[in-house]
């Protein structure tokens, strides 16, 4: 499966996240509750503004979409948390459907997919392992932080 993933083309990888949040049950994510594409979003733009001044173009970076830089940037971030996910044997089904459904023609990206992008890299980056369950997103800023230094800088650049 490692191979399924770096063979995706950059378009694939992002989809892949976008679709790997679709099949995700809610008994996964904390409550028992799946966060809603409006959370999610909202996520996304609280990391914006909460991030430290040095990391919140890299944060932007990655949430905005359109330009060919943001969507290598976003889906470099998204083999990163499809890799995260395979790892947790109760998700690597769902890894490889959500690969096998961002294959197929039909799927378009959507605008807002780099929020999504941004919400299961914090989401991963706090998976209990044990229990295969996602712990919450207390640890954004540290899980930007741990991106490669070259990722976030490529980020960075992608904001005026």
Do not use: H
């Amino acid at each position: 499966m490692p191979d399924a993933i770096e063979n995706l083309t950059d378009e694939q990888a992002i989809r892949a996240v976008r679709r790997f949040y679709e099949l995700t049950p809610a008994s996964i994510w904390e409550g028992g509750r799946k966060p809603s594409p409006e959370y999610i979003r909202s996520l996304a733009e609280a990391a914006k503004d909460d991030a430290p001044a040095e990391l919140q173009p890299a944060v932007a970076g990655l949430v905005n979409a359109g330009s060919a830089e943001a969507t290598v940037a976003q889906a470099t971030v998204a083999r990163i948390v499809l890799r995260r996910a395979q790892a947790v044997p109760s998700f690597t089904p769902l890894v490889t459907q959500a690969i096998g459904d961002a294959c197929k023609p039909a799927m378009a990206i959507d605008p807002v997919t780099g929020a999504f992008i941004l919400a299961f890299l914090l989401f991963t980056s706090d998976i209990d392992l044990k229990k295969g369950r996602f712990r919450g997103a207390a640890y954004a800023v540290k899980a930007i932080q741990a991106l490669p230094k070259e990722l976030l800088v490529k980020l960075a650049k992608l904001i005026p």
